[in-house]
T-cell receptor, first 106, second 112 residues
Framework: KNEVEQSPQNLTAQEGEFITINCSYS?????LHWLQQHPGGGIVSLFM???GKKKHGRLIATINIQEKHSSLHITASHPRDSAVYIC????????FGAGTILRVKS | NAGVTQTPKFQVLKTGQSMTLQCAQD?????MSWYRQDPGMGLRLIHY???????DQGEVPNGYNVSRSTTEDFPLRLLSAAPSQTSVYFC???????????FGEGSRLTVL
């Protein structure tokens, strides 16, 4: 079993829909990252979380340390949100999930 | 402020050739790292450094060497390229281990 599991692997949504991407991990961590990678593009950091919830524009990230679970929500999704979203956890090493491919159709 | 600069963006090698992927950051970050990204797999750590003169192996270090002579630079060397090293490589840095990561734009390497 991978230390970091993301779901779903692929997600197609209509513009305007509320989107949730999930990340579950099996190790103790000090922090969790959500990253975004556009097709053919580089990787940017969206959030770094160690507890609770963070919001940036239409993006919301939450983490439940006891349940070893984090979610990334996108409200009022837009085609420009189409990207790969990657969860990464810092335990005694940095481990990445395989990513969730999101496509938002107009 | 350029952030993390990675070169080259594209490279084609023949089996057995050597090359160096360059990575430089201008944010005075202590932690630097190299990853490879393969289809269907998450980013995998190759080597990392927590400061000048200090490097260590990650998850997939075989076939790669690194050095960290300055805070700014962290080159990745392939001594004898193999087709299995065909991948997209990313360099990243952070102020400290566990901190926000800043990535380079990536280098697509093909080994024939």
């Amino acid at each position: 079993k991978n230390e970091v599991e993301q779901s779903p692997q692929n997600l197609t949504a209509q513009e305007g829909e509320f989107i949730t991407i999930n990340c579950s991990y099996s190790v103790g961590i000090s922090a969790l990252h959500w990253l975004q990678q556009h097709p053919g593009g580089g990787i940017v950091s969206l959030f770094m979380l160690s507890s609770g919830k963070k919001k940036h524009g239409r993006l919301i990230a939450t983490i439940n340390i006891q349940e070893k679970h984090s979610s990334l929500h996108i409200t009022a999704s837009h085609p420009r949100d189409s990207a790969v979203y990657i969860c990464a956890v810092y335990g005694n090493k940095l481990v990445f999930g395989a990513g969730t491919i999101l496509r938002v159709k107009s | 402020n350029a952030g993390v600069t990675q070169t080259p963006k594209f490279q084609v090698l023949k089996t057995g050739q050597s090359m160096t992927l360059q990575c430089a950051q201008d944010m005075n970050h202590e932690y630097m790292s190299w990853y490879r990204q393969d289809p269907g797999m998450g980013l995998r750590l190759i080597h990392y450094s927590v400061g000048a003169g200090i490097t260590d192996q990650g998850e997939v270090p075989n076939g790669y060497n690194v050095s960290r002579s300055t805070t700014e630079d962290f080159p990745l060397r392939l001594l004898s390229a193999a087709p299995s090293q065909t991948s997209v490589y990313f360099c990243a840095s952070s102020y400290e281990y566990g901190g926000e990561l800043f990535f380079g734009e990536g280098s697509r390497l093909t080994v024939l």
